[in-house]
């Protein structure tokens, strides 16, 4: 039997391939009407398909960027037009279409629906970047929706659609809204009349299902209901607060729970002082945290209180002073419990533009070694995973798209965040046109520039940087952190960065100025620079940090010899190690041997790289380090451990007479590996009676493994005093 193919999950390759040829057709008309048979048991068929759940990962393909109609439905310049007048890739941003589904949902990738227009014309509607569910969707038969500015995307085979790519493109209406037709409006059945209560319970029960848009509408019902009373009134707003905390539309929540709580002071007796809903909501937005009450909510009860703390923890709380309890914060986060309510600490910092790399991040105190510089929630960051990486941005994506577009007050902030970077300007010269940025925008959101901000700003999180130690191939979730965002990367960085949940945590590695730009690596560095530029080039930029300029200028011949050394002396490494048992002195020689070489092949550039990492001669000296240990060599282990703190770009004198461990440079890679070599060296040093430089090698291993994993956890049993 033939298999049904499944066209509203089309491949990214042929998609691409017709945004590529839409300007071909563009200004046409179809050749054909698309019939309301063909398109209702077409889509028939993709229910049946999505009820067997057979589907393919969901992907986004963007088409090329345009700007949202940035004119309100109700302007008086917008006008209604039919689907006969729509012409392919042709948007004016003044029209719109007016809708009535008539089929249900295809919830996957897209939402898709059949509609009609007033004369009796259908189509198939596609809308993109919503955040849609099957348990709880957006769309219903027989409502009405606004399309502004449509026009016809064409499909494979001759097929088209409309394709609604910006979420403020649309407009579902209320049963009573003036624009809906008569004649579509006398279809909609009378409405029982129900008491506020029936409604609260009704919406309850939808609640309890997950069903959160329609407990929100039985909750709004509710506060429409006659004789309302003020209880009733007090709940269903703090109920409507609640849904809207869980749809992330924390600007409605904010209203809802000021409502909510001037209604329940308007009952009260006591005479504290009041305040009206506008300063509660003002209040809610402000970035101080849940202890500094105004008096008047004093008296509040604990519930409302919680639903005020979630809102300003989610809008975003700020503290001055780095203060926080690792070890709970790290003790609350599971997979499913990885958001945190804590306060971001970013006053230590600030934004400026660089000279050449659009904005950067600002030491504005100097920090010591393994201090806290920053301290950010996250904007977002799903508590999904998906397994594939691609599908993992997607779910970012949506989130994000969702966040902007509910909460207006988070969007200047959040738009800031292309505001130095050279992909905003060839997104708005290039595609996107004019229109697309700026102040006028801010209303509308555009999905181009989320994505935008999305590719160039978001960052990979594990669960937390102390849980990578134990599981290093766990999955990764993508986010934003807004005040993070701003930060550069350089392959021999003054911080790093660590995550507790969502908490990202940002430590200095050394030193830093005042006035000094704070920069990361955007990922741990590969030995070749070819490797690295192109990694790198995912985010749009090329590395011109010291390292990648030196290890470019001593030339191909030179790079390629380096390399092949290199993969000769993993695949000895390898070979050495891979049987499980301790390597033999015969191993360890040959490896020695080789690594001498490779290193002299670093000597003979040694000004270039005095005080640079050395990343071909780290595995093997970690190996060789390793190896010595077990053999209980204590005087090469120490000589391979200082190696291999000198190959990350550490370069550290032990002077035994005056008992001094002194760090000469430290312009290089802070990691794990580095914490142990120094655990490995202290060790050496207390076996040897050397307390001195045991207590320096400890206090180094300590600050660095606060850089690494973000905080004190762990820290005990790793290092082992
Ligand atoms: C997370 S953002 C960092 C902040 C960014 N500079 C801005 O203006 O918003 C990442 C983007 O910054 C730029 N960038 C980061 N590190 C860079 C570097 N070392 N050299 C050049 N551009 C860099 C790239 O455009 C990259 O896509």
């Known amino acids: 039997m033939r298999t049904f193919h499944n066209t509203y999950e089309e491949s990214p390759e042929r998609l691409k391939e017709l945004f590529q040829n839409a300007d071909n057709i563009k200004g046409r008309r179809p050749n054909s009407k ?70 249900k949902p295809y919830i996957h990738s897209n939402t898709i629906l059949i509609a009609e227009d007033e004369s009796g014309d259908v189509a198939r509607l596609t809308f993109c970047n919503l955040e849609d569910s099957l348990l709880d969707p957006i769309f219903f038969e027989n409502d009405v929706i606004a399309v502004k500015q449509p026009c016809w995307t064409q499909l494979p085979d001759d097929a088209f659609h409309i394709r609604v790519d910006h979420p403020s493109d649309f407009v579902k209406l209320e049963e009573d809204d003036e624009l809906i037709p008569e004649t579509w409006r006398a279809e909609k ?32 019902n ?43 002071l308007s009952t009260s007796s006591s005479h504290s002082p009041s305040l009206n809903p506008l300063q509660i909501v003002t209040w809610l937005h402000e970035d101080t945290p849940m202890n500094l009450l105004p008096e008047a909510l004093q008296s509040v009860p604990k519930p409302f209180l919680e639903l005020a703390s979630r809102i300003k923890f989610d809008l975003g709380v700020f503290q001055p002073t780095p203060v926080y309890d690792f070890p709970l914060m790290t003790s609350y986060v599971t997979p499913l419990t990885l958001h945190l309510d804590c306060p971001n600490y970013t006053s230590s910092t600030m934004i400026r533009q660089t000279p050449t790399h659009g904005r950067g991040l600002f030491a504005s105190k100097a920090f010591k070694r393994g201090e806290l510089i920053l301290v950010e929630k996250a904007f977002v960051l799903p508590s999904y995973v998906m397994e594939d990486k691609r599908s993992q941005c997607l779910l970012c994506f949506g989130e994000m798209v969702k966040k902007v577009q509910c909460n207006p007050s988070l969007r200047k902030k959040f ?60 999955e990764m979730r993508t986010g934003i952190w ?78 390629e010899e380096r390399g092949k050394l290199f993969e000769q002396l993993k695949g000895a490494v390898m070979k050495a ?107 050496d040093f207390v076996e040897k009676g050397e307390e001195r430089l045991a207590e320096q090698a400890g206090g180094l291993a300590r600050a660095w493994w606060m850089c690494v994993t973000g905080s004190e956890v762990g820290m005990v049993e790793f290092l082992g005093f």
């Open 415 to 474: 738009f800031e965040l292309d505001a130095g970077s050279s992909f905003s300007r060839v997104l708005h010269e290039g595609g996107g046109g004019e229109g697309i940025k700026g102040e006028d925008t801010q209303d509308v959101p555009d999905v181009f520039r989320i994505h935008a901000i999305l590719r160039h700003n978001s960052f990979n999180a594990p669960l937390t940087s102390f849980s990578l130690l134990h599981q290093p191939h766990q």
């Open 577 to 683: 190690a891979g049987n499980g048992v301790p390597p033999t002195n015969t191993a360890i020689k040959k490896i020695a041997k080789m690594t001498r070489e490779l290193e002299s092949l670093y000597d003979a550039h040694s000004e270039l790289y005095a005080s640079l990492p050395r990343l071909a001669l780290v595995h093997p000296t970690l190996w060789l380090a390793e190896a010595y240990r077990t053999a209980k060599n204590t005087g090469k282990g120490v000589e391979y451990s200082l190696k291999l703190l000198r190959n990350f770009g550490i370069i550290i004198e032990v002077d035994h007479e005056k008992q001094e461990f002194k760090v000469v440079s430290e312009k290089g890679l802070v990691n794990v590996e580095v914490v142990r070599a120094l655990k490995y060296l202290r060790e």
């Open 222 to 264: 509710g506060l429409l209901a006659p004789s309302l009373t003020i209880s009733a009134k007090t709940d269903l707003h703090r109920k409507k607060c609640g849904v809207n905390i869980v749809l992330t539309r924390l600007d409605d929540a904010a209203t809802d729970l000021a409502n909510a709580i001037c209604s329940l």
């Open 34 to 103: 698309q019939s309301r048979n063909s398109l209702l048991s077409t889509h028939e068929r993709h229910l049946k398909l999505l009820s067997e759940g057979n589907l393919p990962v969901k992907t986004i393909i963007l088409p090329p960027p345009y700007p949202p109609s940035p004119t309100p439905l109700k302007d008086e310049k917008c006008k209604g037009i039919r689907l006969n007048e729509l012409r392919y890739g042709v948007r004016d941003h003044i029209a719109f279409l007016l809708l009535k589904v008539i089929s």
């Open 482 to 559: 807004l005040h993070a965002s701003s930060i550069n990367h350089s392959c021999i960085p003054n911080s790093v960065r660590t995550f507790v949940g969502d908490i990202f945590v940002l430590r200095a590695t050394r030193d830093v100025k005042e006035g000094e730009e704070v920069v990361m690596q955007y990922l741990s560095p590969d030995v070749d620079e070819k490797v690295r530029a192109e990694r790198l080039g995912e985010w749009g930029f090329e590395c011109r940090c010291r390292l990648c300029e030196v290890d470019e200028s001593i030339g191909e011949v030179e790079r």
């Open 189 to 220: 059945k009378e409405e029982v009349k129900k008491t506020a209560e029936e409604w609260k319970k009704e919406g309850d029960m939808a609640f309890l299902k997950k069903k959160f848009r329609v407990a929100m509408k039985c909750y709004k």
